[in-house]
């Protein structure tokens, strides 16, 4: 396969950073094109913003159609994980299977040698292994979200973008004179953009479980509407007055939605699930690395007890909150992405 590594694919989302992506890659010398991805029919309006960075930049865009691949990897395991009591973080799972899987893809069909996006994240390569690496900003860092990426992406991947904060990024997209200057960011997932996800699993005909609302002291309280409804760490909406703040503390295999009171919302350890590791091989049992249980966590310290194909287990250094089955833990050496995994279980 030949390959111009002097040209770039961005996939561009119609947003503000994926634009001024696009010139700060012209700026390197790189010569670009684009590509908007069609992952379900909420992507329409994107396509729409797109063409019209095309026509002001001046450079060809294609349409990739990914819409099976996202239906197949994303959509059903998010409504397949919301129904039995975890919560999922589908750009996750996206960013590996389809979003990043398409660009290489149509990149391949193009003969372009590099792909790039607007994420704020950098990667870096140190001897034989590329790695993603925080971003300069620290309030709008998405290397949490790319920690899943293989080496074949990697080794391709440009992210402009992690060099900037993000008022940087809209002062640029003001002097070029994009309309996606002042663009809200998004912040509801793409495919669900009414953010009600409860509507939008029952109306694919997924099937919820059915329990009971459990207090902190463990009396059945009611007889709840589904676990899609609650997530761990939810406040608001729990339908039941317990004379004190309550959230929700876990959510039981059977279907019970347990609640705790303010304190009780912290973990010592967590399992993780279907593990990767950036240089494709185990943590050493021991180490002490800096993890994120969500993407907007500063970074707790956590020492790896096990490790390997199967599964990591860490052991917080100080207690942290709300760990939700479902969601990722990244592990990081120093601003570095060295692995991570899907929690399986959390402990007190």
């Not at 007889?223 to 899609?228: D, K, P, T, W, Y």
């Not at 399992?271 to 091989?281: C, H, I, Q």
């Amino acid at each position: 396969m030949n390959l111009d590594f002097s040209k770039v694919l961005v996939g561009v989302s119609g947003g503000v950073d994926s634009s001024v992506c696009i010139d700060l890659l012209r700026k390197q010398g790189l010569t670009v094109e684009g590509v908007i991805i069609r992952f379900s029919q909420s992507t329409e309006k994107d396509i729409v913003d797109a063409k019209k960075v095309r026509d002001k930049l001046g450079i060809p865009l294609h349409i990739a159609d990914a819409q099976e691949a996202f239906k197949e990897n994303v959509i059903i395991p998010f409504c397949q994980n919301y129904v039995s009591g975890r919560t999922p973080n589908p750009c996750i799972v996206c960013n590996p299977t389809v979003k990043f899987a398409t660009l290489i893809k149509t990149a391949d069909e193009l003969g372009i040698g590099y792909i790039s996006t607007g994420h704020y994240a950098q990667t870096e390569k140190v001897g034989e292994t590329y790695f993603v690496k925080k971003a300069i900003s620290v309030a709008k860092d998405q290397s949490y979200m790319l920690y899943r990426l293989p080496q074949n992406i990697l080794s391709r991947l440009i992210l402009p973008i992690g060099n900037f904060e993000k008022s940087e990024i809209r002062v640029m997209a003001d002097e070029l004179n994009l309309f996606t200057a002042q663009k809200p960011d998004s912040q509801e997932i793409c495919f669900i953009p009414d953010g009600d996800y409860s509507a939008y699993i029952k109306n694919l005909g997924f099937k919820t479980k059915y329990g009971w609302l459990i207090s902190p002291d463990g009396k059945r309280l009611k007889r709840h509407e589904g676990v899609h409804n609650y997530t761990v760490g939810q406040r608001k909406h729990l339908g039941v007055a317990l004379g004190k703040p309550a959230f929700v503390k876990e959510i039981t295999e059977k279907g019970d939605v347990i609640l705790g009171y303010s304190g009780d919302e912290f973990f010592t350890s967590v399992e993780l699930s279907s593990p990767v590791y950036t240089e494709e091989k185990q943590l050493n049992v021991g180490d002490i690395f800096t993890v994120k249980v969500r993407s907007a966590s500063k970074g707790d310290k956590a020492k790896v007890i096990h490790s390997d194909n199967d599964r990591i287990i860490l052991e917080f250094l100080q207690p942290v909150r709300a760990a939700a089955k479902g969601q990722s833990v990244v592990i990081y050496n120093n601003d570095y992405v060295v692995g991570g995994g899907f929690i399986n279980s959390a402990n007190q």
